[in-house]
């Protein structure tokens, strides 16, 4: 039994002093002696042909370096297509061309915005001027921007190794879906559309590439996963892995679009070609459009209904945007299908998500990555089916959870709900499920509640095809102090601080002497990547196994120091003293020095063993709709999540709050909009209205801690399920209040008001 000191308890941040002090360096900060800048060209039209005449850059001031189509051959030999989402050393065969596979500076470009050109010169503003020189040719070709267009667009495909522009479908069916849906009491089916969504994250995306002195190329970026980042571009750019540098300085922020490349590839192509460091910082407009974003769907969703008022089947027909590239799409897919069947024991199901190219920015990871879409239109669909038959929605969500014990995971562990049932209960009494509401303050106000659940993954083991794996390297120093390398992401979760508290407490040393050194990949092991509410339980696991190593090394210097046995040995604040008399001992600074002169350097390596874990949320609001302007205010939002053990609360309740605050925003305001002709309209902080942290509601939030006996001391993810349940939760509210329901996000007042305008003309859904 590990004695847990810091564990549990609100210990600081590590960096939250340099960022509040803003000392913290992003990208962006950091200057280097002869450092380039660079821009990119990118493109006006959605679809064409392009002939690209880099002559009046080259000639611009301060230009140090143009790339096109033209000359990128002379950096990646061949021009290779790779994967954006660095997944394709992961296929089998590694690095396999997959149709919509990226191309740098292809001669056919697929959006607007796609680059077509790239520049170092020596200012910003003059690499900017170079590429507005750059001359650009544009053979157009018939272009596709919507999901139907793409469909029934047969003459000009996409990409031509495919005939068509249905990039991948995929389905999940169990049971006998047919006979229960013809067999059924009632059916119940609605149609849902979901938007584009953009992470605004607070930096812009970057790169910054240093020719090193040993002959490396060093990468300085917020890529969520430096190790398969190097991979990818060692493809790409024909050079060993060796040669490259994957490297995080601090980051502001990802939710997944830094989970792909988008600058590192250029600025890494214009450094080697000019032999200096170059950086590459996108504008706010161009991160818009050049960082990938949440995935528009159109689905069609049903349920049939035994006259015991029990759902027999569910049916839906999904289709899905991936944009002009395939990168995390396949997936995303993937996600999408499978959400429909984690939640609920359905004994008969029938998901099929299709993915279609179209003429618009790449859709790629964001938190949820594909949850997001699936559990809005499933829990929408949740308490309409639950509204026919006449019971309450948190009852008809018990009735149909998901059973207890089956076999869950890539190990096959029973599936252990007592999570789930304690989230449950947590959030129905907290929210005061059962209660009646107040009535609204104002005559042509109507007040609802709502309610929606999930279960999420921790991480992705298990998924065919795929790596999750973290490794952790536990160093003991001379003066008592550890170093901690692990390639865990520090992207604003608070991660550094939290392995550090499962270091510090599994050694027995105070947890301010542990020390997270940044992502690194020549320096730290093997990680796939902060993604998939992975980073905690995965690294966590490996800083554990990694700890207990250096610990049991630890004992056993310490037995030949001291001349007691090592299992008489215990570690507590630094000292290694035999149990039961805590004055005769070695601080741990001591025992490092005398190790090392013994020959012994206290260093462990581990790895994480192949498991998950799963999680559970609910969340309840309540709204007031205007029914005079459509116009809708959150009242209460109310998110309860199982995250197992909450290493540091205050950090997993910024974690929880976070992930409900852009849920809301997915549910209220979000949505990306593309124009005709393939532009952003509202691609930029002033139109896109992301919410700000004084919108809306104070979110409550509960944690609920039921350990999973395979996490760090219990802990399990816990950063994407709380994103998916805003957007039901508050169009079961709507529902709730004036019958009606909404099934377009995000519900806008116009939306409302439409539908409060047709319910009046006819009758509306059963209530
Ligand atoms: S959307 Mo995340 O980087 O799994």
Not at 3 to 19: F, H, I, M, Q, Y
Not at 126 to 154: K, N
Request: overall charge negative; proline content about 6%.
């Amino acid at each position: 039994m590990i004695e847990t000191r810091s564990v549990g308890r609100r210990v600081e941040r590590v960096d939250a002093l340099s960022k509040a002090l803003g000392t913290a360096a992003y990208v962006e900060d950091i200057q280097v002696p002869g450092m380039l800048h660079a821009a990119l060209t990118r493109s006006f039209s959605p679809h064409a042909v392009v002939t690209v005449e880099e002559a009046p850059a080259r000639s611009a001031p301060g230009v140090e370096g143009v790339l096109s189509s033209a000359t990128i051959g002379t950096v990646a030999p061949g021009g290779p297509s790779f994967d954006p989402a660095c997944h394709d050393f992961e296929r089998d065969p590694a690095f396999d061309p997959q149709p919509g596979d990226f191309r740098l500076f292809d001669r056919r470009v697929r959006y607007v915005g796609e680059p077509v050109a790239a520049v170092a010169a020596r200012t910003r503003k003059e690499a900017q001027a170079a590429a507005d020189r750059v001359d650009v040719r544009y053979r157009p070709l018939t272009s596709a921007v919507s999901i139907e267009d793409a469909i029934a667009m047969d003459a000009v495909v996409i990409h031509d190794s495919i005939s068509s522009n249905i990039a991948d479908t995929f389905r999940v069916a169990t049971g006998d879906p047919e006979s229960a849906f013809a067999g059924a009491d009632r059916v119940v089916e609605s149609g849902f559309d979901t938007p584009r969504q953009k992470q605004c994250q607070l930096e812009p995306t970057g790169c910054l590439v240093i020719p090193a002195t040993d002959g490396r190329m060093e990468v300085w970026t917020s890529h969520q996963s430096p190790h398969r980042a190097r991979s990818t571009l060692a493809h790409l750019f024909s050079i060993p892995e060796t040669r490259l540098r994957v490297v995080n300085p601090e980051i502001g922020g990802a939710f997944g679009k830094a989970d792909a490349l988008t600058a590192e590839p250029y600025a890494l192509a214009l450094s080697l070609v000019t032999g200096s460091p170059v950086r590459l910082v996108f504008s706010r407009t161009e991160d818009f459009v050049g960082t990938e974003a949440r995935h528009p769907m159109v689905a069609e969703v049903a349920m049939s209904l035994s006259a015991e008022g029990l759902i027999t089947g569910v049916k839906a027909r999904c289709r899905v945007d991936w944009g002009a590239y395939r990168s995390h799409s396949p997936r995303v897919l993937r996600v999408i299908a499978n959400q429909f069947l984690q939640t609920y024991d359905i004994p008969n199901a029938d998901i099929e998500v299709v993915g279609v190219f179209t003429n618009t920015p790449v859709a790629g990871a964001f938190r949820g990555y594909g949850g997001p879409q699936s559990v809005f239109a499933l829990e929408h669909m949740m308490d309409v089916a639950a509204r026919s038959v006449g019971v309450d929605p948190l009852a008809f969500r018990k009735r149909h959870r998901m059973r207890d014990g089956v076999p869950w995971g890539p190990q096959g562990r029973p599936l252990d709900l007592s999570g789930f049932d304690e989230t449950l209960r947590v959030a129905s009494e907290t929210f005061g499920w059962g209660d009646s509401t107040a009535p609204p303050p104002e005559s042509h106000l109507r007040r609802g509640r709502g309610m929606a659940m999930t279960s999420w993954k921790s991480g992705i083991a298990g998924k065919p095809g795929s790596i999750d794996l973290s490794g952790a390297t536990v160093c003991l120093n001379r003066d008592g102090t550890v170093d901690l390398r692990v390639a865990a992401i520090e992207m604003g979760t608070g991660i550094r601080t939290t392995l550090a508290q499962i270091c510090a407490d599994t050694l027995g040393v105070a947890v301010g002497s542990v020390r997270t050194v940044p992502a690194d990949s020549a320096a730290t092991p093997f990680d796939s990547g902060a993604n998939a509410s992975r980073s905690l339980y995965r690294c966590g696991q490996a800083v554990m196994a990694a700890a207990t190593k250096a610990r049991d090394r630890m004992l056993a210097s310490a037995a030949d120091i001291l001349e007691v046995d090592a299992a008489d040995l215990t570690v507590a604040d630094g000292v290694v003293f035999a149990v039961g008399a805590p004055g005769y001992g070695i601080s741990v600074a001591d025992l490092a020095r005398r190790a090392l002169m013994k020959g012994v350097d206290i260093v462990e390596t581990a790895y994480t063993e192949f498991e998950n874990a799963p999680t559970y949320a609910v969340h309840c609001a309540e709204v007031d709709i205007d029914i005079d302007t459509g116009e809708l205010t959150v009242n209460r939002m109310l998110a309860v999540q199982d995250v197992g053990t909450a290493i540091n609360p205050t950090i997993v309740e910024g974690q929880i709050e976070g992930a409900t605050h852009q849920g809301l925003g997915y549910a209220l305001t979000e949505e990306l909009i593309v124009d005709e002709g393939g532009v952003l309209v509202n691609g930029n902080l002033m139109d896109y209205t992301v919410t700000y942290a004084g919108d809306g509601p104070t979110i409550e939030v509960q944690i609920v801690e039921c350990p999973d006996p395979t996490g760090p001391f219990g802990a399990k993810g816990a950063g994407e399920p709380s994103i998916m349940l805003p957007a039901p939760a508050v169009a079961n509210a709507v529902l709730d209040a004036v019958r009606v329901s909404v099934t377009s996000l995000p519900l806008t007042p116009e939306k409302l008001l439409a539908a409060l305008t047709d319910r009046n003309s006819d009758e509306g859904l059963p209530v």
